[in-house]
């Protein structure tokens, strides 16, 4: 029987580069769903989490070399369902080093395989969710079987890179082929919330994420997180479930959590029974959760959430320009529906993480200024501004090759880590109006304009105390981040 190393690699610090300390420290949660699941299998499996034992690259590939594994399996996700890309060089870089069979799964390798192969020092690729394609490339290590019966495993035959014959097919009953999370690989205390996510409480550990669903039916232009799932559609881990799993959280000591679905807010069945599960509990959780403006409608649910002990939602507004949402099919809605959807969650005590995304296709110097200024009026306890980037896996990437935008892994580009969104190298798109300068440095000032507010710190005092403003203030102390692009 085969021995397997499941690596999540170092990448945190070049992905959040001087904000490091701010970002959480997440359990890697796929990393523990195909562990559980191969051993489920009876593999024996082992988990290297570099990020949470603060190891370099050369560090981890040292420690995969001692561990020996007949397989070491690199799950290539980020503490966001669109930060693959910039994970991938510091794996790229323990494997080079580390010298051992391997493959790479997760939202890049899916979206491109052939080049993750073709250009990276991996002995295999996965594409889709990956657990299968291990398990069968473990049994062709036994010799069950050959390479060509493995389900989305791409490999080299004769110096060519050659596909899958078997395409990867869906997990359809979740909780019966992926019904465990892998808690037991991971010490909850080691971990940690962003800093925001803990306002008001005395530490930001433990810390746990636990997913409840897989994929979106959405299709907005700049996603890429159904590159795993090969389309739109969603799938969903029954509350009976995902109850036993925050009972195994709350036996652990875990406060703070997070559902990293891209859409938990979606299905109020779904939302209606985890909750009352979660209330029947008792447990003392902080949890927070993905939603769109137009699933924050229901009033009674959201009160319900509050009780569940969900104390925040990261609500994707993205834009204050409707034409420029519309430009990405993000939604129908308009900006009286953005304002009444936040105000309704806030409403029951439970905070917003608006998310807004500066440069796309469609934007100019006052539509980002209109967006900016929404975000003000909203004064949102937490906000996230991002610069528009054509992650692979999303149309966005797609139409943004077609219409010859620089890429960061074109010729003279930083390479993969230009699509980390707080990275010295950082690369956004440009777009029909603006540079991809303009966009950055726009986007920079926006984020120090919101939070150095006496509006802003006025409510957060009120809200969590002395202590939360001082945690922003030693934020904004550090400085705009050092930008090659703007320097």
Not at 146 to 159: I, K, M
Not at 340 to 359: C, E, L
Request: proline share 6%; aromatic share 10%; charged share 20%.
């Amino acid at each position: 029987m085969q021995t397997v190393l499941i690596v999540n690699p170092p990448a945190r610090s070049g992905v959040y580069g001087q904000l490091t300390n701010l970002a959480a420290v997440e359990i890697p949660v796929w990393a523990g769903i195909i562990a559980n699941y191969l051993r489920h299998h009876d593999y024996q499996v082992e988990v290297l989490d570099a990020e949470v034992e603060g190891l370099s690259e050369v560090q981890t590939a040292k420690r995969i070399r001692s561990a020996r594994p007949d397989l070491a399996v690199f799950t290539i996700y980020g503490q966001q369902p669109s930060a693959s890309t910039q994970c991938l060089p510091a794996a790229e870089g323990v494997v080079r080093d580390a010298g051992v069979r391997s493959i790479a799964l997760g939202t890049h390798p899916s979206a491109l395989p052939l080049k993750t192969l073709r250009e990276g020092p991996w002995t295999y690729v996965a594409q889709g969710e990956g657990h299968r394609t291990v398990r069968g490339l473990l049994q062709v290590l036994d010799g069950m079987h050959g390479l060509e019966g493995v389900e989305g495993l791409w490999r080299w035959v004769d110096n060519k890179v050659v596909g899958p014959k078997v395409s990867p097919m869906n997990s359809i009953d979740l909780d019966a082929e992926l019904g465990g999370r892998g808690f037991s690989f991971f010490d909850f205390d080691q971990y940690r919330a962003h800093n925001w996510h803990a306002f008001g409480y005395p530490s930001r550990s433990p810390y746990a994420s636990l997913q409840t669903s897989l994929g979106c039916p959405f299709a907005c232009t700049f996603c890429c997180i159904n590159a795993p799932f090969g389309g739109t559609g969603i799938r969903f881990w029954s509350p009976g479930n995902v109850s036993k799993h925050f009972y195994q959280l709350g036996l652990r000591g875990v406060t703070h959590v997070k559902i990293p679905d891209e859409m938990f807010l979606l299905n109020p069945r779904h939302v209606e029974a985890i909750c009352d599960a979660l209330i029947d509990l008792r447990g003392d959780f902080n949890i927070w959760a993905y939603a769109r403006v137009d699933t924050c409608r229901n009033e009674r649910l959201l009160e319900k959430m509050k009780r569940a002990g969900f104390n925040w939602l990261g609500i994707g507004i993205e834009s204050g320009s409707e034409h420029v949402r519309d430009g990405v099919a993000k939604g129908a809605f308009g900006q009286l529906e953005i304002v009444t959807a936040v105000k309704k969650v806030q409403a029951q005590g439970i905070a917003v993480g608006a998310n807004y995304i500066f440069g796309l296709p469609d934007d100019t110097i006052e539509t980002m200024q209109g967006t900016l200024e929404l975000a003000c009026e909203l004064n949102t306890e937490w906000a996230n501004f991002y610069c528009a980037m054509a992650y692979p896996g999303s149309q966005l990437h797609k139409d943004a090759q077609g219409r010859g935008w620089r890429l960061p892994e074109d010729p003279g580009g930083p390479g993969w880590i230009g699509y980390s969104q707080h990275n010295y190298e950082t690369l956004p798109l440009p777009t029909e109006h603006l540079s991809a300068a303009e966009v950055l440095r726009f986007r920079d000032a926006a984020f120090h304009y919101y939070f150095d507010r006496p509006e802003y710190f006025s409510m957060l005092e009120r809200k969590f105390g002395e202590a939360a403003v001082q945690q922003v203030q030693d934020m904004l102390a550090k400085g705009p981040i050092r930008r090659r692009l703007i320097r």
